[in-house]
């Protein structure tokens, strides 16, 4: 009977998992920076929904997560 102890290999290494959740983490921020915007009433339209945050720096920051996590996915193990 053979003993095979062998050790599970991840997909990834540990350095994988890291940037794929910085990812995650930023991707998470760009949704919550396009949050709100609305009004209390619905007969009132608030112009906040145009505003800087919500337009530009949201959408980029979103694109920007997922660069990351492509990246983190593309990134080569370290050959050992």
Not at 30 to 46: E, K, Q, T
């Amino acid at each position: 009977m053979e003993n095979n102890n062998h050790k599970p290999e991840f997909l990834f290494d540990k350095i994988n998992y890291k940037i794929l959740l910085i990812g995650i983490g930023v991707i998470a921020l760009g949704f919550v920076l396009m949050a709100g915007g609305g009004s209390d009433d619905p007969n009132v339209f608030s112009e906040d929904i145009f505003n800087f945050r919500r337009i530009r720096l949201a959408p980029t920051t979103v694109l920007i997560g997922f660069g990351i996590t492509i990246y983190a996915i593309l990134k080569s193990p370290k050959k050992q």
